[in-house]
């Protein structure tokens, strides 16, 4: 089975401008989350996607927002880029079974530098 | 909302001692606490968790305890081996019958040294 695929894996962008990136879950996998990881910050949680539906959103700034497709792939957008943004996104995908907690797994991450 | 504070950010172990990193959760309703391990430059993955149902869970040289009354739940991890230097995270996720939101420790550096 293949495991969360995030890509791309690296990315570039100046400040001002928007990035989109994507993360296919494990098939079978209906919930996806995102993470923004810092060396200061460690892991922050910035939304989860079920069923097409945004479910739960941290706090971050309406410059951050995603969705998620019918095949339960998802995709955040960051507009407006700061160099604050730059940091590794996680997408987490869990196949959820209701009222049952279960793992996350996480991909590689999209490492997102704003120069 | 959930409030995770995890302890020391540091530890640095002989290979062959144990190493214990501790967690407080704010949210009662928090019921499942997984850990991470997180090498330089890979994904966080899952080493052991725990449900709110359980007081102690034990995989090999790892186990976490829970202590719902006093919120907090600890990694323990016996005969440390130079593999076991990475970066772990503890989590605490609320049972909301869809969620999926961890809120995430700061993390622990662990270096087990020869």
């Known amino acids: 089975k293949a495991g969360v695929t995030q890509t791309p894996r690296y990315l570039i962008k100046t400040r001002g401008q928007q990035v989109t990136l994507s993360c296919s879950p494990i098939s079978g996998h209906r919930s996806v989350s995102w993470y923004q990881q810092t060396p200061g910050q460690g892991l922050q949680f910035l939304f989860e996607?079920?069923?097409?539906?945004?479910?739960n959103k941290g706090n971050f700034p309406g410059r951050f927002s995603g969705r998620q497709f019918s095949n339960s792939r998802s995709e955040m957008n960051v507009s407006t880029l700061e160099l604050g943004d730059s940091a590794l996104y996680l997408c987490?995908?869990?196949?959820?079974?209701?009222?049952?907690?279960?793992?996350?797994?996480f991909g590689q991450g999209t490492r997102l530098t704003v120069v | 909302g959930e409030n995770v504070e995890q302890h020391p950010s540091t530890l640095s172990v002989q290979e062959g001692d144990s190493a214990v990193i501790k967690c407080t959760y704010s949210d009662s309703a928090s019921n499942y606490f997984p850990w991470y391990k997180q090498e330089l430059g890979k994904r966080p993955q899952l080493i052991i968790d725990?449900?709110?149902?359980?007081g102690e869970k034990k995989d090999q040289r790892i186990a976490v305890t829970l202590n719902k009354t006093a919120k907090h739940f600890s990694l323990h991890i016996t005969e440390t081996q130079p593999e076991d230097s990475a970066v772990y995270f503890c989590a605490a996720r609320e049972n909301t019958g869809t969620a999926s939101k961890l809120t995430f420790g700061t993390g622990t550096r662990l270096q087990v040294t020869l």
């Open positions: 987490a995908s869990s196949p959820v079974r209701t009222l049952m907690n279960t793992e996350a797994f």
């Open positions: 725990i449900r709110s149902n359980v």
């Open positions: 996607y079920f069923s097409e539906t945004q479910r």
